[in-house]
């Protein structure tokens, strides 16, 4: 299959482009496209065809269900059985934006998109690209990240079309994502509200608005969420084997140990920094996290693909940060690294 490769400026926003991606869309087909969080890869979510075609192009399991994506907060009403209070609190305060909210499913989601379940996900995203785009298909939008299963989300469009060309009808390039970490997800059908997976907003944020919040085990750490089922798999794996160390104050030391025994046993070492110097350390390939903690999560699944493309097999990635947004980042980066953790206490 040919994929069409189209570009945006999310600043003026092309309709006419716009309406190609969504009549696509509409007609059934798959298009990529650019969310605050990750690229998503959107199909009809009304279309058990369409859907079927997202997990063949990512090679994703079906029991993991697809978030549905709309342009509108009256879009939700036919999709789930009603609207809880404190749902529609949330959409107030985080809509649009990088949160995707559970409630029970109507009978217009199938089971492809809830993957049997009897809930359904749904999220109003902020991006300019992708409200137009949904909004010109004028159908729900079930979307996951544009990514292989398994491997980092893509936060520019370069990263899908290394996954996905051939694949899909069309890439809508429109830069790179801001959050860069793909979206919350709480689940207002539990008795008391509960994260099943960390994202841009956080945890204090829905409590500021919700009152008691839940963390469900491994939406607050680093272990498995199971109640969420995509977290149970292999993801955001690069093909390096990465390690975190988790230092106080200075890793430089603690580092150069470990890189120095990687190198013996014959690996090409790579570090992600954060904001600190690491070159005493004498890793062969080196990549910039960021300076702040908002700018390592932005940057984190740009930089896990980078280290494959600069040949380094083995990857230290020291971490002490403890913003709010380090929970959603060490939450992917500890999957990424197969909770390979060290721990440091200088
Ligand atoms: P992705 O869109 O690839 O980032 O994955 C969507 C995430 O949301 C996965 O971790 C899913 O398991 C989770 N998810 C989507 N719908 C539901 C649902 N109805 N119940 C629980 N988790 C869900
Ligand atoms: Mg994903």
Redesign the pocket.
């Given at each position: 299959m040919e994929t069409k490769e189209i570009k945006f400026n999310p600043e003026n926003i092309d309709l006419a482009l716009a309406k190609e991606a969504g009549d696509i869309l509409a007609r059934g087909g798959l298009v990529a496209f650019p969310t605050e969080t990750v690229y998503g890869l959107g199909a009809n979510a009304l279309d058990e065809e369409a859907v079927k075609k997202i997990f063949l192009a990512k090679g994703r399991p079906s029991d993991?269900?697809?978030?549905v994506h709309v342009a509108d907060e009256k879009d939700v009403e036919a999709l789930v059985e009603e609207i809880p209070e404190k749902a529609k609190l949330l959409m107030r305060h985080f809509w649009p934006g990088p949160i995707?909210i559970?409630m029970k499913k109507s009978n217009k989601i199938s089971d492809y998109v809830?993957a049997g379940?009897q809930?359904?996900?749904i999220r109003m995203p902020s991006n300019p690209v992708a409200r137009e785009i949904i909004r010109a298909a004028g159908v729900p939008i079930a979307?996951?990240?544009a990514n292989t299963s398994g491997k980092p989300?893509p936060t520019e469009a370069a990263h899908v079309r290394e996954d996905m060309l051939g694949k899909i009808d069309m890439i809508a390039d429109g830069g790179s994502c801001d959050v860069g970490l793909?979206s919350t997800?709480i689940?207002m059908t539990a008795d008391v509200p509960t994260v099943?997976?960390p994202g841009g907003i956080t945890l204090d944020m829905l409590e500021a608005v919700l009152g008691e919040v839940h963390a469900a085990k491994g939406s607050a750490t680093q272990d498995e969420a199971p109640?969420?089922?995509?977290?149970k798999y292999k993801h955001y794996a690069p093909k390096a084997e990465v390690h975190i160390l988790e230092y106080k104050t200075d890793a430089t030391n603690a580092l150069a140990k470990l890189v120095a025994q990687a190198k013996q046993d014959g690996h090409t070492v790579g570090i992600l920094t954060d904001d600190k110097d690491y070159m005493p350390c004498g890793a062969q390939v080196y990549i910039n996290g960021g300076k702040t903690a908002e700018e390592y999560a932005a940057n984190l699944f740009d930089a896990l693909r980078a280290f494959d493309a600069k040949g380094a097999d083995v990857v230290y990635a020291p971490l002490r940060w403890q913003d709010p947004i380090m929970v959603a980042v060490r939450n992917r980066i500890y999957k990424a690294a197969a909770n390979r953790v060290t721990y440091t206490e200088e």
């Amino acid at each position: 299959m040919e994929t069409k490769e189209i570009k945006f400026n999310p600043e003026n926003i092309d309709l006419a482009l716009a309406k190609e991606a969504g009549d696509i869309l509409a007609r059934g087909g798959l298009v990529a496209f650019p969310t605050e969080t990750v690229y998503g890869l959107g199909a009809n979510a009304l279309d058990e065809e369409a859907v079927k075609k997202i997990f063949l192009a990512k090679g994703r399991p079906s029991d993991n269900p697809l978030i549905v994506h709309v342009a509108d907060e009256k879009d939700v009403e036919a999709l789930v059985e009603e609207i809880p209070e404190k749902a529609k609190l949330l959409m107030r305060h985080f809509w649009p934006g990088p949160i995707s909210i559970i409630m029970k499913k109507s009978n217009k989601i199938s089971d492809y998109v809830s993957a049997g379940l009897q809930t359904v996900a749904i999220r109003m995203p902020s991006n300019p690209v992708a409200r137009e785009i949904i909004r010109a298909a004028g159908v729900p939008i079930a979307a996951p990240s544009a990514n292989t299963s398994g491997k980092p989300s893509p936060t520019e469009a370069a990263h899908v079309r290394e996954d996905m060309l051939g694949k899909i009808d069309m890439i809508a390039d429109g830069g790179s994502c801001d959050v860069g970490l793909e979206s919350t997800v709480i689940d207002m059908t539990a008795d008391v509200p509960t994260v099943l997976r960390p994202g841009g907003i956080t945890l204090d944020m829905l409590e500021a608005v919700l009152g008691e919040v839940h963390a469900a085990k491994g939406s607050a750490t680093q272990d498995e969420a199971p109640k969420s089922p995509g977290m149970k798999y292999k993801h955001y794996a690069p093909k390096a084997e990465v390690h975190i160390l988790e230092y106080k104050t200075d890793a430089t030391n603690a580092l150069a140990k470990l890189v120095a025994q990687a190198k013996q046993d014959g690996h090409t070492v790579g570090i992600l920094t954060d904001d600190k110097d690491y070159m005493p350390c004498g890793a062969q390939v080196y990549i910039n996290g960021g300076k702040t903690a908002e700018e390592y999560a932005a940057n984190l699944f740009d930089a896990l693909r980078a280290f494959d493309a600069k040949g380094a097999d083995v990857v230290y990635a020291p971490l002490r940060w403890q913003d709010p947004i380090m929970v959603a980042v060490r939450n992917r980066i500890y999957k990424a690294a197969a909770n390979r953790v060290t721990y440091t206490e200088e």
